[in-house]
């Protein structure tokens, strides 16, 4: 069956740290990927999508994200976290041409002063 | 562009009362979605159309629930008879074609006393 796997359910980082949040998923072939940010009582907001070439994707705000194939795995990446990073990360997937989205779990970031 | 509209943004109802939600996609978009978020099992799918025909409501309730689009410009989702365990945040998103991300609305707030 097709999953999302986001292993960790919260992260704490202090302000200025870099950040990695781990997503994992389970697709034949390869899927298209998502990053999803929800701030607090807000729908989600796009950060960063993947469907073919470069590994490495840009996002809004400094975030990058890095699809392995290899690995299974599309890992969330910022050089250096604001506080206002502080919300809940969605990873997400579908399948090549697809209009259903796999949500993971969700990944809550404290980012500590 | 207005983004995604989804009325009212807050609802109370007693158990046994119908709850109906409102959610106007972006004008263009082919395909909308109904998502059930809850602190305890997070972001659920429940239904999505798809040029106004039903594609997949394996996400669905059962009994009680129900979804439909009448037109290209709002889809509703109905709650008969709600229990206090329906309470939760209803998503609404839409997206302009296969594999293409997803934008939210705000999400309605249900609270079923």
């Known amino acids: 069956a097709q999953s999302v796997t986001q292993p960790d359910a919260r992260v704490t980082v202090s302000e200025g740290a870099s950040l990695q949040l781990r997503c994992k998923y389970s697709?034949?072939?390869?899927?298209?990927l998502f990053w999803y940010v929800q701030y607090q009582r807000q729908g989600l907001q796009l950060l960063l999508k993947?469907?073919?070439?470069?590994?490495v994707v840009q996002g809004v705000n400094g975030f990058e994200a890095e699809f392995s194939k290899s690995d299974s795995s599309f890992h969330l990446r910022k050089a250096s976290v604001h506080w206002s990073d502080s919300a809940v990360y969605f990873c997400?997937?579908?399948?090549?041409?697809?209009?259903?989205?796999?949500f993971g779990s969700g990944t809550r970031l404290l980012v500590s002063p | 562009n207005a983004g995604v509209i989804q009325t009212p943004r807050h609802k109370v109802t007693g158990k046994g009362q119908e709850a109906t939600l409102w959610c106007e996609p972006i004008?263009?978009?082919?395909?909308v979605f109904w998502y059930r978020q809850t602190i305890v099992q997070g972001l659920e799918f429940l239904t999505y159309?798809?040029?106004?025909?039903?594609?997949?409501d394996s996400g669905m309730p059962k009994e009680r629930f129900s979804a439909q689009m009448p037109n290209q410009s709002h889809s509703t989702l109905k709650i008969q008879s709600t229990q206090p365990q329906d309470s939760a945040v209803y998503l609404c998103?839409?997206?302009?074609?296969?594999?293409?991300?997803?934008?939210f609305g705000p999400g309605t707030r249900l609270t079923v006393l």
């Open positions: 997400a997937a579908s399948r090549t041409g697809g209009y259903k989205v796999v």
């Open positions: 004008s263009g978009h082919s395909a």
């Open positions: 993947y469907y073919s070439g470069d590994p």
């Open positions: 159309f798809r040029n106004q025909a039903p594609i997949d």
């Open positions: 998103a839409s997206s302009s074609g296969a594999g293409a991300e997803q934008f």
């Open positions: 697709y034949s072939g390869t899927p298209y």
